[in-house]
């Protein structure tokens, strides 16, 4: 049997549809000539948390964890029932071909499957940019060895790896210290999001040091209708403005009702084609541009797009397409239902060039019908992909440029300059967020002049403006941001670097990335705008005293860009991982023992385990409350001491009503002592030790053991 194992349902169900489905049982597709499909949700596993490296809650003196031999585990859900699927069907399989998603962790979330069953048969690889029928049997025609993919699978892990040592140990570290100072609770520190939350926290900075400063300009009218502006010279300008508005009021007065001539003259014809087809980041910057969509809403849709067979694989950074698939452009032109107005089938565009198709090619619809109920954000995204799309086929925009110098007889010069579009093109249909305005400095006409020509002024007139400051960021431009980190850094030569290759994050991660932060109460959400909380610019400056470099976007980049050098085969994952291993003992070692903060919040004895450094705090709603950092137990306020504990307030009133306490539940493994039986928000019952404070679901069958445990951080 050759078993397909998919990254999720829906495309095990689109390979099915190409290999003739013959029917359906737990988890699996049976198909014509001895073929199966079964897939994963995802990742089905996940890195053990540190705590089952050491036996128990990380202590200050493990820190920082290194696991010799790394440990995987199903994740919640119904992983477990998955993968004891998958073990079953490879008992009967002769060859497996991982179809994960065509991007690198596509190719771990199947490769670590294999590994954690012990499968070491021949295995394949289907590599899938496209789900529509057509790309899926072109793809089937170009299965591939498994171990051809290896490189990329090195880069997965080296990625996975390292994201836990950074993460998990300088996480512990900082909460570790601060808890030492009286501080409860936990704080998350990442290798991407950290860098991403600096951005946030540096344009709050931006936007609250800023100072409103008013400036001058001379704008002239000329005869002709002709509107100029003055060429302010350099030693006048401070910060590139000018502030001191007589300087300005005397030219206004000189020149008026005087001469000038044309020193210079300039026309320029040019032409700009459409914008390249969307990658991920250029699809989430339009869609919060035009629609208010979040990075992670234009995903989500995207993918809603993809599994629908109506658009290309979303998860790309690569906008070039391969010259096959202009072929079949009529057919999908057709299926948009586009006629005419200005669309021309043999029109070439420069994105068509197989020669720069990488991994994957930019998102372009399929020309497929779907039958599948869209939701609102899916036709929002499809529109601008399909507007994208037509617009390769639509003619360069064409325009003309002119620019003028006047110079008036006491050496004041003037600059006027116009762009007139002789051919609209592509920018006919409809709007691109990309699309630059006008270059023209002037709204006034701009003739054919003649140098030495003689022109009068009118009149003119003082403007008074003021500078603005930057805007807070949006998803889109946060994306961008994240996109074109070169621009935010300082350091020349780390700017020459970063320019061509580099990013913070991937394209598939930072959406998630943005909405981590938010989840972990770093920044948030207003309207369309997205800001740091208080939390997040503490976690920042703390960071920053002791351990700059988390926080630099250019180093994060230039970590991504050796996770591409793995995947490309010109440095090894040892040698990758022997750099990570010394940096998180670096970093780590500078958050647990660094001055992080300079004053100590006041704390009083905890109720639930004695420990004497329960800290008063206020609550998002204003309220007081107390919380244990030692057994993360938390209380209400009650004239300014701890008073009933936050979870067990419904039991304790339960049995002042006559209703019983929470059930007992196993020992606890910690700290020997008792746990009790909870139940979630949600209805989810757990196991809670009053002593140390850590937390387990119940077990698989519910029998009073314990099962899986919380992230105790």
């Known amino acids: 049997m050759r078993l397909f194992i998919a990254e999720k349902p829906s495309v095990a169900q689109a390979i099915a549809d190409n290999l003739g489905k013959i029917g359906n049982s737990a988890g699996v597709i049976k198909c014509q000539n001895n073929n199966a499909i079964t897939w994963c949700f995802g990742h089905l596993l996940a890195l053990v948390p540190p705590e089952e490296y050491v036996g128990g809650k990380v202590q200050s003196w493990q820190i920082p964890v290194i696991p010799q031999d790394w440990k995987l585990s199903p994740r919640q859900g119904g992983s477990e029932k998955q993968i004891r699927i998958i073990r079953e069907l490879l008992k009967n399989a002769s060859e497996v071909v991982n179809a994960g998603d065509a991007d690198r962790e596509g190719q771990l979330l199947v490769d670590e499957v294999l590994g954690y069953l012990g499968w070491r ?99 002239a ?55 390249m087809p969307f990658v991920l980041s250029s699809l989430q910057k339009a869609a919060s541009s035009r629609y208010g969509l979040s990075a992670a809403q234009t995903l989500e849709a995207a993918q809603e797009l993809y599994e629908a067979k109506l658009t290309t694989y979303p998860r790309t950074d690569c906008p070039y397409l391969p010259i096959e698939l202009h072929g079949n452009a009529g057919n999908v032109l057709d299926a948009l239902g586009v006629e005419g107005d200005g669309v021309n089938i043999n029109q ?55 620019e003028a110098i006047f110079l008036f007889q006491g050496g004041d010069r003037f600059r006027a300059t116009t762009r007139i579009v002789t051919e609209k093109g592509w920018t006919r249909y409809g709007k691109h967020e990309d699309d630059p305005e006008s270059e023209s400095v002037t709204d006034g006409e701009l003739p054919v002049l003649s140098v030495g020509e003689t022109r009068r002024c009118i009149s003119a007139d003082v403007l008074t403006r003021q500078t603005t400051p930057a805007k807070p960021y949006t998803d889109g431009t946060l994306i961008t941001a994240m996109t074109s980190i070169h621009k935010l850094v300082a350091d020349p030569e780390l700017k020459k ?41 503490d976690l920042i400056g703390m960071v920053r005293r002791v351990a700059p470099e988390i926080a630099s976007p250019g180093a994060t980049a230039l970590q991504e860009d050796s996770l591409a050098d793995i995947a490309a085969s010109r440095i090894t994952m040892a040698d990758f991982m022997a750099g990570q291993i010394q940096t998180v003992r670096r970093l780590a070692g500078a958050l647990l023992k660094g001055k992080l903060i300079d004053t100590v919040i006041p704390y009083c004895e905890c109720p639930a385990c ?49 209703q019983p306490a929470p059930d007992p539940g196993p020992r606890c493994p910690t700290c020997k002592k008792d746990t009790s039986r909870r139940v979630t928000k949600t209805g989810k019952p757990y196991y ?26």
């Open 610 to 658: 004695g420990g004497v450094r329960c800290l008063k705090l206020t609550s998002k709603a204003g309220k007081l409350y107390h919380r244990c950092p030692d057994c993360n137990a938390a209380f209400a306020d009650k004239e300014g001491k701890p008073g009933i504990r936050f979870e067990s307030s419904a039991s304790d009133a339960d049995s002042k009503s006559g």
């Open 348 to 402: 070439k565009h420069a994105a068509w060039d197989t020669g720069k198709v990488e991994a994957h090619h930019g998102i372009v619809p399929t020309g497929q019908k779907s039958g599948v109920a869209l939701s609102q954000n899916a036709h929002h995204v499809f529109s601008l992909i399909c507007e994208s799309y037509i617009r390769l086929f639509m003619l360069p925009e064409g325009f003309e440029s002119r």
């Open 121 to 219: 048969g021949k295995t394949s690889r289907l590599w899938l940019s496209s789900l529509d029928d057509e790309s899926i049997r072109r793809s089937m025609a170009t299965i591939k060895p498994n171990s051809a993919l290896r490189p990329v699978y090195e880069s997965a892990l080296s990625r996975q790896y390292a994201d836990w040592l950074a993460g998990m140990n300088e996480s512990i570290a900082v909460s570790r210290n601060l808890q030492a100072l009286g501080i409860p609770g936990s704080w998350s520190v990442g290798r991407v999001q950290t860098p991403a939350l600096a951005l946030l926290v540096d344009r709050h900075q931006a936007i609250s040091d800023f100072r409103k400063q008013e400036y001058y300009q001379v704008t």
């Open 497 to 537: 670097r970063l320019r061509e290759t580099s990013g913070l994050g991937t394209e598939a991660t930072r959406a998630s990335i943005i909405e981590t932060l938010i989840k972990r109460d770093y920044a948030k959400r207003i309207r369309k705008e997205i800001h740091p909380t208080q939390r997040g610019i």
């Open 688 to 713: 809670r030790c009053g002593g140390c404070g850590s937390a387990w679901w119940t077990d698989r069958n519910d029998n009073n053991k314990l099962g899986s445990k919380w992230d105790a951080r």
């Open 221 to 275: 009218t000329l005869d002709g209708g002709i509107k100029s502006q003055w060429r302010i010279p350099e030693d006048m300008l401070v910060d590139g403005i000018l502030i001191d508005r007589h300087e300005a009021d005397v030219v206004a007065g000189r020149v008026t009702g005087q001469p000038c001539q044309v020193e210079k003259f300039s026309s320029k014809t040019g032409s700009r084609a459409a914008p």
